[in-house]
Each structure stands twice: as structure tokens, then as C-alpha cells.
């Protein structure tokens, strides 16, 4: 059974930084996008940050020049480190990975961002 793993969540303060992990384990291949989404309590969720499997990015307005998203396809595993990180920050972080084989969401990590 092919499931996402996150880790790095935690409390921090403003301007501190954090790096997000989500590791896939299973028998999962031929993964063409990976990307991080974020939802707070009552929000919508929506994407922070997205990766193709030919390297392209995409951010959230709301992150540009923040965030990095990044991959290590050898350990199908995505990162978001997250810099500068803000109060409205403060959101459970959820992995997304789009193969072949279906699309597959992790249970998430909380991110809190305060003083």
C-alpha cells in the first residue's frame, strides 16, 4: 500500500523557518508532479507550492521569494523549506503527489506560526 509520509511541522516564530518533508513508501512510480497544499481551520485548501516532474515550479502569491519547493525524485520525496514565515502562515500543510497510477494526499503536518 503506497502512502505519503510528512514531517518538519511544528511551532515557530515569526521569521523563523521550517522545512517540510513528504516521503512516499510503497511501490508508487512514474510520479510527474508533487506539490504542497495548505488549509487553516474554516479556509479552503489551497496551493502553496507545486513541482513538475521536468522541474518547474509554481508559488502562491502569498509565498513567492519565501518558500522553495524541491525534490529528490531517488527517495520520491518533496520538500518546502519555509523561510520568513509569517502568523498567517499557521495552517495544516498537506503533500499531494500526481502519478500514473492515481493522485495520493498525506494526512498533513501543523505549521503554527507565532509569538
Known amino acids: 500500500q503506497v502512502q505519503l509520509v510528512e514531517s518538519g511541522g511544528g511551532l515557530v516564530q515569526p521569521g523563523g523557518s521550517l522545512r517540510l518533508s513528504c516521503a512516499a513508501s510503497?511501490?508508487?512510480?512514474?510520479?510527474?508532479?508533487m506539490a504542497w497544499y495548505r488549509q487553516a481551520p474554516g479556509k479552503q485548501r489551497d496551493l502553496v507550492a507545486s513541482?513538475?516532474?521536468?522541474?518547474?515550479?509554481n508559488y502562491a502569491d502569498s509565498v513567492k521569494g519565501r518558500f522553495t519547493i524541491s525534490r529528490d525524485n531517488a527517495k520520491n520525496t518533496v520538500y518546502l523549506q519555509m523561510n520568513s514565515l509569517k502568523p498567517e502562515d499557521t495552517a495544516v500543510y498537506v503533500c499531494?503527489?500526481?502519478?500514473?497510477?492515481?493522485?495520493?494526499w498525506g494526512q498533513g503536518t501543523q505549521v503554527t506560526v507565532s509569538s
Open positions: 513541482i513538475t516532474n521536468g522541474g518547474t515550479t
Open positions: 499531494n503527489v500526481r502519478a500514473l497510477g492515481g493522485i495520493l
Open positions: 510503497g511501490s508508487i512510480s512514474s510520479i510527474y508532479y
